[in-house]
C-alpha cells in the first residue's frame, strides 16, 4: 500500500502545477470527492473540477500546515492561495468574471487510502462566504420564512 503521507504530498503538488492528469492518479476512477460547492464521483467530475479550479485560479498554491494519519485516513489542514483570474464557475452555473483579486483562506480535509493504494474518498472543507468574498462575488444574504 501506498504510504499516505506521500500521496497527500503528491496530490498537493499535482495541485500546485495545476496538473490534471497528476491529480487523477491520485483517486481511483470510482472515487468520491465532496466539497462544500458538491459531491463529485470519478475521474471524470473530479477531472473536470480542477479543470474549472485551474482555470480561475492558475497560480494555485497550497500550503500543508499539519497532517494525522489514522489508519487508511490523513486529515490535513492548509492555506489555499490564489489569484482570481479566470471564470470562475459557481454550483448552480453562474460565472464569475476574474477580478484579479488575491484570495488566502485556511482549509482542512480527510483523505481515505483505498485497496489500489490511491485515495477512494476525500471530504474537503472551507468557509465558502469567505472564499465568495475575497473573490469579489457579491452575495446577499437573505432571511426565509
Known sequence: MTEIGAL??????AINSQDEERVLRCFSTGAVFVTP????????????????????????HNELITRAVLDDTIITEWTFRATHTGVLLLPGGT????????????????????????????????????????????LRLRRTA
Do not use: K, N
Open 95 to 138: 460565472e464569475i468574471m476574474g477580478t484579479g483579486r488575491h484570495v488566502i483562506f485556511g482549509a482542512a480535509g480527510g483523505y481515505t487510502i483505498g485497496e489500489d493504494g490511491v485515495f477512494a474518498s476525500a471530504r474537503v472543507y472551507y468557509d465558502q462566504l469567505t472564499f465568495y468574498r475575497q473573490t469579489g462575488c457579491d
Open 37 to 60: 460547492a458538491g459531491v463529485l464521483e470519478g475521474h471524470e467530475q473530479i477531472g473536470w473540477y480542477f479543470r474549472q479550479l485551474f482555470t480561475a485560479f492558475p497560480d494555485i
Open 8 to 13: 497527500l504530498d503528491a496530490l498537493t503538488d
